[in-house]
């Protein structure tokens, strides 16, 4: 763009004065805007308008047209006419880098006259002027340039000093990011870097500096290799390599150098650019040796709090076993007892009371067993259908004596609860047992009501809520609050006055949760009380079978006798108890001391059904049955397991194990013969019924022996003489056997406590403590007990302290075994002092058992057993070490003790 601010005319017509002159000659700049031209320079003699106008490109006649010719053939020479109406010449060259055109031009006819003399000079001269004229041009173009870039230096260096400012500001706010990210980094905790592609650190922080003993700037530059031995950075190179080789970040634990103890939990990402190349790494490493002893800090109390619920599991269990295992032989004595007729009616209330004292004590450890199961998570509810009246009336048929004794009324109301629900029933009653013992307790006159009502209701289940209200003392306001909880009584005045140990309401408060309902009570003194208890049931359905009753000795006889049966019991007495019960019931019964012996007699002879001992010392009762259950015969033979373990966990033991049932110690006489029978088949047809043994008699004061044991101290005959229904031969014979069967246990122990076997040590005297508080022998339960109670209490007690217990536990044993040593001669009468017949048969007997204990044959267990009796008159004092080399099959020495007592005897071979 060309911007004039004077009149060209005069400039031009200086610029292009030639030597020669022409009239018509001119020279114009010509440039286009839109549709008109602007004419610059026309010089005013030649012409009326003015020297600078515009000329229209839309009239036809204007002179425009002509120029426009010219301009599109810049070089040319056009021919036209001008505003003269005159005939010209002209020649049109543009404006180097503009729209602009100069035109030259002359009249035609003063060009022809002298055309001939002239045409040189008048050539020349356009030239010439044309060059000037471009000249002129190109100076003022350059002057226009240098104006031009001086106005684009100043903007420049505007532009650039304003780069600078916001370069310098943009770089003081980076150096103060950079300072804030720095200040950020160095005080992390955790050691923090970034390497390029080739593992040189490009950046790390104080923490990671200070860890390797290094400044971060002296780091800046290396490589793992230069800081660490060659293992270590090969470590650290592998997995810089793995991130940038897979674009991917990694989780790894790391030992940062080469201490074996620092730990650390290492974050490695790639750094990638907007190229989305990868450039190197950046790092991140936590120390976790602080988290990691959290770990095992709470690892190891949570493995403690195990081992005290283990041991607490174990301890519970060990006294289930240990309660259950005497009151076995105490309710089941006391139930032969009370069948002997010549009873008096003080001695059956007597009995009486004994049975109902010890049922009160295994209520108490099922309390107790009940709280652990549920503390531990371990009490399973059962889903069955149950009716709610028949449960109600059993309910209270379980305190109506009680209630009756002491004149009160007991009545059950039933308001609007459906006929059968769905749930726990034997939990339920519980719960109600617990209410209902408690307001009889608390009760001394008027009355107790059990009532169940409905509180909601829909097409699937009822909310039914469960009361028991009595008249009784009533609890104080205050007092209320501390009901439901564990060991705990109001007042220990009432404790005093009416025992119990506070489990009973807290027991039904967690059941009550784990069927998802409530327990609570209201109370005023004096008046009396309501206990409720609440949870929703499902809806249930009716039974068409009633629950079968408890058989009978008499229906056990009629219906399955004549049935054989396997007993595999450790302990002697409990042997006794049972298998009498068994006999009264019309089966028989053989008999084994541990798992041992039951595998053996199994091989030899078909039994209908195995009852098993689980705590056995030889083989326990599991794995007795597991090899019960190989041999060809065993697969099917129902076991029934005899134990005091009864959580869920050990029936479901019991159950992988083979066994088919279990039977709960003590051993209920009805339940035991209820649950057999349900494995029997019943008696066929053709089997005789065999005769009911009778009744022991009482004359206990004849027996010579027996007065003097009984002011032996230590030893309580008449508990003894209530393990064997009085028969004081018989109690005299067990006590015999006992002395001579334990006496090896003493040296066991001896053996064991040399050794360091505290476990074994436990087994002997659990053994010996049980049978000896059976048989009356107080002293040596007694100084059993101590020796178990020092090994339960103190594993870690002295070797000294122990042996001084089990030092007294041998002269207690020895007392007693030199008190019964007066009446071995009378204990074991010789053979030859019987008759002949006698001596017959121990020859045959000595004779085939010999010959198969010679040849290591198996079948000489059985015919032990057939003849036990015959053989305790055969090896007299030798017969207990004789079964036990049997029950460990070392036929050898038995067969060496079998034939020394038949030459001392003087029987024939």
């Known amino acids: 763009m060309v911007v004039l601010h004077a009149d060209p005319t005069p400039w031009l017509e200086d610029e292009t004065a030639s030597p020669w002159t022409a009239k018509s000659g001119e020279v114009l700049l010509i440039g286009g805007e839109g549709q008109r031209l602007m004419v610059l320079g026309q010089r005013p003699s030649l012409h009326t308008q003015p020297v600078c106008r515009y000329l229209s490109l839309t009239d036809p006649d204007s002179l425009a047209h002509w120029l426009q010719s010219a301009i599109t053939s810049p070089g040319q020479i056009v021919e036209g006419r001008d505003d003269r109406e005159q005939r010209v010449l002209g020649i049109a060259l543009p404006v180097a880098e503009t729209d602009w055109f100069l035109l030259a031009k002359m009249d035609h006819a003063e060009l022809m006259a002298g055309f001939s003399q002239r045409a040189v000079w008048i050539f020349s001269g356009g030239g010439l002027l044309l060059v000037l004229a471009i000249t002129v041009f190109s100076a003022w173009q350059q002057h226009q340039v240098l104006l031009t870039e001086r106005q684009l230096a100043e903007e420049r260096e505007a532009s650039r000093r304003h780069l600078e400012e916001l370069v310098e500001a943009r770089t003081q706010a980076l150096h103060h990011q950079s300072q804030a990210l720095r200040a950020l980094i160095d005080n992390l905790p955790h050691p923090v870097w970034m390497k390029d592609r080739e593992g040189r650190f490009l950046a790390v922080n104080r923490t990671f500096a200070s860890s390797i003993g290094q400044t971060p700037k002296a780091l800046i530059g290396k490589t793992a290799w230069d800081l660490w031995p060659a293992r270590v950075a090969v470590r650290y190179q592998d997995s810089d390599e793995w991130v940038i080789r897979n674009h991917q970040p990694l989780f790894l634990e790391e030992r940062l150098g080469d201490d074996p103890d620092a730990v650390f939990e290492v974050f490695k990402a790639p750094i990638i650019n907007a190229q989305g190349e990868i450039i190197g790494t950046v790092g991140f490493a936590r120390d976790i040796r602080p988290e990691r002893a959290i770990q095992e800090e709470l690892a190891r109390r949570a493995e403690l709090a195990e081992s005290a619920m283990r041991a607490k599991s174990a301890f519970l269990a060990n006294m289930s076993y240990e309660i259950r295992t005497p009151m076995n032989a105490i309710?089941?004595?006391?139930?032969?007892?009370?069948?002997?007729?010549?009873?008096?009616?003080?001695?059956?209330?007597?009995?009486?009371?004994?049975?109902?004292?010890?049922?009160?004590?295994?209520?108490?450890?099922?309390?107790?067993?009940?709280?652990?199961?549920?503390?531990?998570?371990?009490?399973?509810?059962?889903?069955?259908?149950?009716?709610?009246?028949?449960?109600?009336?059993?309910?209270?048929?379980?305190?109506?004596?009680?209630?009756?004794?002491?004149?009160?009324?007991?009545?059950?109301?039933?308001?609007?609860?459906?006929?059968?629900?769905?749930?726990?029933?034997?939990?339920?009653?519980?719960?109600?047992?617990?209410?209902?013992?408690?307001?009889?307790?608390?009760?001394?006159?008027?009355?107790?009501?059990?009532?169940?009502?409905?509180?909601?209701?829909?097409?699937?289940?009822?909310?039914?809520?469960?009361?028991?209200?009595?008249?009784?003392?009533?609890?104080?306001?205050?007092?209320?609050?501390?009901?439901?909880?564990?060991?705990?009584?109001?007042?220990?005045?009432?404790?005093?006055?009416?025992?119990?140990?506070?489990?009973?309401?807290?027991?039904?408060?967690?059941?009550?949760?784990?069927?998802?309902?409530?327990?609570?009570?209201?109370?005023?003194?004096?008046?009396?009380?309501?206990?409720?208890?609440?949870?929703?049931?499902?809806?249930?359905?009716?039974?068409?079978?009633?629950?079968?009753?408890?058989?009978?000795e008499e229906q056990l006889r009629q219906q399955y006798s004549g049935h054989r049966l396997l007993l595999v019991e450790d302990d002697a007495v409990n042997r006794e108890v049972i298998a009498e019960l068994l006999r009264r019931g019309g089966i028989a019964v053989d008999q084994a001391v541990d798992g041992g012996q039951a595998i053996e007699l199994v091989k030899e002879s078909h039994y209908d059904v195995i009852l098993m001992d689980i705590q056995m010392r030889v083989m326990d009762g599991l794995e007795a049955t597991r090899c019960i259950r190989a041999l060809p015969n065993g697969a099917n033979i129902p076991i029934l397991a005899l134990t005091a373990n009864s959580f869920d966990e050990d029936r479901a033991q019991y159950q992988a194990a083979g066994l088919n049932d279990c039977i709960a110690k003590p051993v209920s006489a009805e339940r035991l013969l209820e649950t057999i029978a349900r494995w029997l088949p019943l008696r066929p047809a053709e089997a005789e019924m065999p005769t009911l043994p009778q009744p022991p008699t009482a004359a206990l004061d004849a027996d010579p022996d027996l007065a003097r044991l009984r002011s032996v101290p230590g030893l309580d005959c008449a508990q003894g003489l209530s393990a064997v229904a009085g028969q004081a031969g018989r109690y005299l014979e067990l006590l015999q056997r006992f002395a001579q069967t334990h006496l090896q246990d003493l040296q066991r122990i001896r053996t064991a406590l040399e050794t360091g076997d505290h476990e074994g040590i436990k087994a002997l005297v659990h053994t010996l403590k049980g049978v000896a508080a059976n048989l009356g022998a107080t002293a040596v339960a007694e100084a059993a007990a101590a020796v178990n109670a020092l090994l339960r209490s103190a594993p870690e007690i002295s070797v000294e302290k122990l042996y001084a217990a089990i030092d007294r536990l041998e002269q207690t044993f020895a007392s007693l075994t030199q008190v019964l040593s007066g009446r071995d001669s009378t204990s074991v009468p010789p053979l030859h002092s019987g008759q002949s017949s006698v001596t017959e048969q121990a020859k045959a007997l000595c004779d085939n058992l010999i010959e198969l204990l010679r040849f290591n044959d198996t079948r000489a267990l059985a015919l032990a057993r057939q003849q036990r009796a015959l053989l305790i008159l055969i090896l007299g004092e030798s017969h207990a070490p004789f079964e036990r080399h049997l029950g460990a099959f070392e036929f050898e020495e038995a067969l060496e003790l079998l034939e020394n007592a038949r030459l001392e005897q003087g029987i024939p071979s």
């Open 331 to 552: 309710l089941g004595l006391t139930h032969l007892l009370k069948d002997d007729r010549q009873l008096t009616e003080d001695q059956l209330d007597k009995l009486d009371k004994i049975q109902t004292a010890s049922q009160h004590l295994l209520i108490i450890l099922d309390d107790i067993l009940d709280l652990a199961k549920i503390e531990s998570g371990k009490l399973q509810l059962a889903e069955d259908n149950f009716a709610v009246v028949p449960l109600l009336e059993k309910v209270c048929a379980l305190v109506a004596d009680a209630a009756r004794a002491k004149g009160l009324s007991l009545t059950v109301d039933n308001q609007g609860v459906p006929d059968w629900l769905r749930g726990d029933a034997a939990r339920i009653r519980q719960i109600l047992l617990n209410y209902l013992s408690n307001a009889v307790k608390f009760t001394d006159q008027g009355s107790i009501v059990l009532r169940a009502r409905v509180l909601d209701e829909d097409n699937t289940s009822v909310l039914v809520c469960f009361e028991v209200e009595d008249t009784g003392i009533g609890i104080p306001p205050d007092q209320l609050p501390e009901l439901f909880q564990p060991f705990t009584q109001l007042d220990n005045s009432l404790s005093r006055c009416f025992g119990g140990t506070g489990l009973g309401l807290t027991i039904n408060l967690q059941l009550a949760n784990l069927m998802g309902g409530m327990v609570g009570a209201e109370s005023q003194p004096d008046i009396g009380s309501i206990f409720w208890f609440q949870a929703r049931f499902e809806r249930g359905r009716s039974q068409q079978d009633p629950p079968a009753a408890l058989l009978t």
